[in-house]
């Protein structure tokens, strides 16, 4: 249960300008649902997802997940709690190019000190869930847009997160990878996890396995 | 925080080392570079100051000359004798010595004259003369002697010249090594008669008088007596020879000053650059860690690996090339701005000095900087909001 209660982000500008990203939101997303947060360029969608990832604190209200206060952790618990319970698809994947795929995906295990066999065993689920066995000890930046997107995928699912939080998806996707990603979709969502998906992608709109819809209009849900 | 170390941990940060190949070269050469220069400058230092060291202890208290003009002569033997009188000496003893020079190689020997039945002046020849054969013309010489000598083909022996220009032929029966190769190195020593056949000087004759005095305290007042009673000498007392021998290396530790502030400013340049900032690739990859679940002291915990393995790598790597540098190589070019003045004497070896004190200086200059270079600014973009990188 993710519950959002009276969220206000402001961004401090200079000293005498502040931006009022997010106004007032008040959202509860329960265990397993789909949601989409869709918006214009500019809305808070990318905001919203940043605060409920602990990624950045809200001005003021409270960001509650499983009845965790995550908007008030200290930073090393907020990076045990992403560790442990997020897993985040960024819009422009942020890999690290000159690493492999493999490194790639392990990288969020690496604080763990896991037992080697341990490591493997939940990098080769994630990289056969993704289909991208083949490519892995390719460098990623010889992978094409869409291996690089199920790179991604695969590095946000190796630590079995119960919540997905992906950033405008589709937006470096052709139609073809698009409808793939969906499929994807579908998976996670089967395996019972939260997703949550911020986008302005029409392909997401009154889409059947979409339980909500939630629309930003500058910082207020509308 | 577990001890335990994390491999993957490591492996990530080699990987960092190498994904940044020509950055990690380029700074391991810088840093090694000025590791080796501030290691070989304290090296020598501390070789030289080991030979200075020695040579101090071995000054004699008082040494006597006659001087005239301003000008040094040769001294009477007497005045060993009236020396002898003034509470508080405990001897007096005339030495022959003097400078003789091999225009073959520009260089100047010292020859020491020594009395087969007299108490030497310095404890180091009288074990040198229980091994010279005094009842030949022969002579024992220093190690730098030697290799000039040899390169000349003078093995066997050695054709002195005289002042009336005819040649005095001398055997070589055996090469010394004293304590000091400061002192030694350029030194022969053969009897007191010999000396003075090449130098030419009487039998009543001396170059100085040596004068001991077992009560430190007494030194000066008697230097004063001896400069009161005979006003025809100049006297030298230990303290003198001290000053003058440390300002000779005070110049050099100026030198040597010279050369580590510019390391240092080198150093420091390269610290400065890395503290001025990351470059945004690696704030953002510092940012995508965190969102992934790294905590500060993770990503802190691999600039160190970092930061240590270049750092240490070049420190061992400039430790061993100054190493070879000094004592196998003798450290030429930077040797000669430390001793400079002896440019006329046979070159000595610099003595092999460990000294653990001056690695951990070394590392400590180095090591621990560099590392905190690589942390620091890590440490301020991985504080911030990591909010930045899903922009
Ligand atoms: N670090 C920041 N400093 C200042 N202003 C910011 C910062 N981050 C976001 N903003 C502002 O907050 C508002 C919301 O930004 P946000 O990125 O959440 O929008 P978005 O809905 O994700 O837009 P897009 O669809 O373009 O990704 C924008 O006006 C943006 O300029
Ligand atoms: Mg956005």
Redesign the pocket.
């Known amino acids: 249960m993710i519950e959002l209660k009276n969220i206000t982000k402001k961004?401090e500008?200079n000293k005498n300008n502040t931006?009022t990203?997010l106004k007032n939101i008040n959202i509860k997303i329960g265990e397993g649902e789909l949601v989409i947060i869709k918006?214009s360029?500019?809305?808070?969608?990318?905001?919203?997802l940043s605060l409920i990832a602990a990624l950045s604190k809200p001005t003021s209200g409270e960001v509650i997940v499983d009845s965790k206060r995550i908007s008030k952790l200290p930073d090393n618990f907020a990076s045990d709690f992403r560790q442990n319970n997020i897993g985040f698809i960024f819009q422009k994947y942020n890999l690290i190019n000159s690493l492999s795929v493999r490194d790639n995906i392990i990288l969020p295990l690496i604080p763990m000190n896991l037992n080697i066999d341990v490591l493997n065993t939940k990098l080769q689920n994630v990289i056969k869930m993704f289909h991208i066995e083949h490519k892995e000890n390719v460098l990623v930046k010889n992978l094409s847009g869409g291996e690089q997107q199920r790179v991604a995928i695969a590095r946000a699912n190796i630590n079995s997160p119960k919540i997905i939080l992906a950033d405008?998806p589709t937006a470096n996707l052709d139609e073809k990878l698009s409808l793939a990603f969906i499929e994807i979709l579908k998976e996670l969502k089967f395996q019972g996890k939260t997703i949550i998906i911020?986008t302005?992608d029409p392909l997401f709109f009154n889409f059947n396995i979409v339980d909500k819809e939630i629309k930003i209009y500058q910082g207020s849900i509308s | 925080m577990s001890s335990k170390i994390n491999i993957y941990l490591v492996e990530y940060a080699i990987n960092s080392l190498l994904r940044q190949k020509h950055k990690t070269f380029f700074i391991t050469i810088i840093l090694t570079i000025l590791i080796f220069l501030l290691s070989s400058v304290f090296l020598i230092t501390n070789s030289i100051k080991h030979e200075l060291n020695a040579t101090l202890k071995s000054l004699p208290e008082i040494i006597v000359q006659k001087s005239k003009a301003g000008r040094h002569y040769d001294i009477d033997i007497d005045m060993a004798d009236n020396l002898l009188n003034i509470t508080g000496v405990k001897s007096a003893i005339p030495r022959v010595w003097g400078y003789y020079y091999f225009y073959n190689s520009k260089t100047n020997f010292s020859i020491v004259g020594i009395d087969e039945y007299e108490e030497q002046y310095k404890d180091t020849l009288e074990k040198i003369a229980t091994t010279l054969d005094f009842s030949k013309d022969s002579m024992l010489i220093g190690k730098g002697v030697n290799r000039i000598m040899s390169k000349n083909y003078y093995k066997e022996y050695f054709n002195f010249i005289k002042p009336d220009g005819s040649i005095k032929k001398m055997e070589i029966s055996g090469v010394f090594s004293a304590d000091t190769e400061l002192e030694s190195n350029d030194m022969i020593v053969m009897s007191i008669n010999n000396a003075r056949e090449i130098f030419d000087m009487p039998s009543a004759h001396a170059t100085d008088i040596v004068v001991k005095i077992p009560n430190v305290d007494e030194i000066a007042t008697i230097a004063q007596k001896i400069k009161q009673q005979y006003p025809d000498t100049k006297v030298i007392t230990k303290d003198d020879l001290k000053i003058s021998y440390q300002n000779i290396f005070n110049y050099k530790s100026g030198l040597f000053l010279a050369l580590f502030i510019i390391s240092l400013f080198t150093f420091f340049i390269i610290i400065y650059d890395k503290l001025s900032g990351l470059s945004s690739e690696e704030k953002r990859e510092v940012g995508v860690l965190k969102a992934i679940g790294w905590r500060v002291e993770d990503v802190l915990k691999a600039k160190f690996y970092e930061g240590f393995i270049v750092s240490f790598f070049a420190y061992l790597l400039g430790l061993l090339l100054s190493f070879a540098f000094v004592y196998i190589f003798q450290a030429p070019l930077l040797k000669n701005i430390f001793i400079g003045y002896s440019e006329l004497k046979p070159s000595f070896e610099l003595p092999f000095v460990f000294d653990i004190q001056t690695l951990a200086l070394i590392f400590f200059l180095s090591v621990p900087i560099y590392i905190a270079a690589t942390i620091i600014p890590s440490w301020r973009s991985a504080t911030l909001e990591a909010?930045?990188v899903i922009?």
């Open positions: 961004y500008i931006i990203a918006g360029s500019g809305s808070g969608k990318s905001t919203l405008e911020a302005h | 909010d930045e922009r």
